[in-house]
């Protein structure tokens, strides 16, 4: 009867311990929570480190700078060359240096005009304003990498952030573990070994736990290079972090968004530009006319007194592409070995990016099947084995072993989980660069 009693007070002790054990975790939870909570809330959002990113990337206005200086040129281009005004004096008599000695002295004034090949200004003029739309061109592919690297670098912070926050709440129930294997031990129902065990799960947790902040150092200076470390310092707005998984679009729609890429458009304009310049060396064929006015003031009189007439004389001239095999043809050939080559490089770089987004869509689409697993089967099933393996512990059914496997199993899940979610969203924001976001 006593020993019975015993038993009784022990158990309703135990009881009593387990709730206030409960209690106590749920409060050390709370506190651990409660400033990570207030931290994140005044943190950096997402769209903040975007357009911080934008507004500090410099390679980005550099290209924009670049797109500018070739408008300007495209305009300079289309313009004839500049005039030539002659200024001297003609036969005159070096005996004396008299401008009025003889008749046919001279003192002219000339104007001379250089007129283009053909068309070949307009076709320069096109050219620069081909390479405008490549420097524009690049500098919308560098602004979709600077939006995907700096998605990628803030949601790796907040996987750490997550992290962290996932497992100490586990670490709370690997507390409440310890307390039970102490309580169970001090009366007798189980040994030492599992109160050394579950010391040695937390050590492993608190392992864990530091390995992720370590990680989350590496992520924050990672994003720190794209938004500056002083807009970091209130860490990232984890609790505003969407992670959803984004539905796709059908394939067809995205291979036709993908033609927009940047990439595809640079090598584009690379070719307008390259067939351009053929167009000019093809102009070179065509003859440079160029004309010429003089007028040349007399001074002096005739013979029978009379005041001596000035001269006016117009001259047109032009050049004639007759020795063209050395230098016309040759340049001509090069130009359509540039134009060929560029057009190799567009099917290279148009077959490389519907490699990489068929990559893109394979792993998304891989992520979402164990999204979906994870969500209906794998996080279900760790919850309940762990809650079983607690129930069947206190019970005396369960080893401590099989406890601690099944919570550690738990923490793994819900990391995996989360891991699975950034790694979509990642993913995604890949994809982004890729297809736009229209």
């Known amino acids: 009867m006593c020993q019975n009693g015993a038993l009784l007070r022990l158990d309703y002790t135990g009881e009593i311990g387990m709730s206030v054990l409960k209690f106590k975790n749920l409060l050390i939870g709370l506190l651990i929570m409660a400033p990570a909570s207030l931290w994140a809330a005044t943190g950096l959002s997402l769209q903040e480190a975007e357009q911080l990113a934008l507004q500090r990337d410099t390679v980005n206005k550099s290209f924009k700078q670049q797109a500018q200086a070739y408008s300007e040129q495209a305009k300079a281009s289309d313009t004839w060359a500049d005039p030539r005004i002659k200024f001297g004096t003609q036969a005159v008599p070096v005996d004396s240096f008299d401008l009025q000695q003889e008749p046919m002295t001279q003192v002219i004034v000339g104007y001379q005009q250089m007129l283009p090949r053909g068309d070949s200004l307009a076709y320069k003029s096109a050219a620069m304003m081909a390479m405008q739309r490549m420097e524009l061109a690049r500098a919308d592919k560098r602004q979709r990498e600077v939006l995907m690297k700096v998605r990628q670098a803030w949601l790796d912070v907040v996987l750490q952030e997550k992290s962290i926050r996932i497992i100490q709440e586990n670490r709370g129930l690997f507390e409440q573990m310890l307390d039970i294997s102490q309580a169970f031990y001090a009366s007798g129902r189980q040994q030492q070994q599992d109160v050394v065990q579950a010391e040695l799960e937390i050590s492993l947790v608190d392992d864990r736990l530091e390995q992720a902040r370590s990680k989350l150092i590496v992520a924050q200076a990672k994003l720190a290079k794209w938004v500056g470390e002083e807009n970091l310092q209130n860490g990232v707005a984890v609790d505003q ?146 809650d079983v393996s607690m129930s069947g512990y206190q019970s005396g059914v369960v080893s401590f072993f099989t406890l601690t496997r099944a919570r550690v199993t738990e923490l793994k899940t819900r990391l995996s989980d989360l891991q699975i979610d950034v790694a979509y969203n990642k993913a995604f924001a890949e994809l982004q660069y890729l297809i736009g976001e229209k």
Do not use: C
């Open 241 to 386: 972090a969407n992670l959803q998984l984004p539905s796709l679009p059908s394939i067809s729609k995205l291979e036709t968004r993908l033609e927009q890429n940047p990439e595809l458009i640079v090598i584009r304009e690379k070719i307008v530009n390259q067939q351009k310049k053929l167009d000019i060396a093809d102009e070179q064929y065509s003859p440079q006319w160029a004309f010429d006015v003089n007028y040349g003031l007399r001074s002096g009189n005739n013979p029978d007194g009379s005041s001596r007439a000035d001269f006016l004389s117009a001259m047109v001239s032009l050049d004639l592409p007759v020795f063209t095999e050395n230098k016309q043809d040759r340049m001509l050939s090069a130009e359509k070995q540039r134009l060929q080559a560029a057009r190799y490089q567009q099917q290279d770089i148009k077959r490389q990016l519907l490699k990489r987004l068929q990559a893109v869509l394979g792993r998304l689409q891989k992520l979402k099947d164990r999204h979906q697993l994870y969500a209906d089967k794998v996080l279900p099933q760790a919850k309940q084995n762990a």
